[in-house]
């Protein structure tokens, strides 16, 4: 079955970095377009960043570009991002997603908390 299992976040001040990963199992890892989502303190979930199969085509939230990094190693079935610059507003619990079919899958969320 898929899984997708995110790890890296935790608590930083801002202007500090921290690097995201997801591991993914369960399916075609290198077909597979890949996304991070966040969703901020009692607001909806948003797309931050998503990432082509091979990794050749990315996009980007307005409000993390040119801090945020998405990438991916499909030797090893795991999708990253890398954030830079952090700001309290990028404070929530991120996931990572990937899109089958009809199905949205997901995985558990790691809580990153920008704060001094």
């Known amino acids: 079955q898929v899984q997708l299992v995110e790890s890296g976040g935790g608590l930083v001040q801002p202007g500090g970095s921290l690097r995201l990963s997801c591991a993914a199992s369960?399916?075609?890892?290198?077909?597979?377009?890949m996304s991070w989502y966040r969703q901020p303190p009692g607001k909806e979930r948003e797309l931050v960043a998503a990432i082509s199969g091979a990794g050749t085509i990315t996009n980007y939230a307005d409000s993390v570009k040119g801090r945020f990094t998405i990438s991916r190693d499909n030797a090893k079935n795991t999708l990253y991002l890398q954030m830079n610059s952090l700001k309290p507003d990028d404070t929530g619990v991120y996931y990572c997603?990937?899109?089958?079919?009809?199905?949205?899958?997901w995985g558990q969320g790691t809580q990153v908390t920008v704060s001094s």
């Open positions: 369960g399916f075609t890892f290198i077909t597979s377009h």
């Open positions: 997603n990937t899109l089958m079919g009809r199905n949205y899958y």
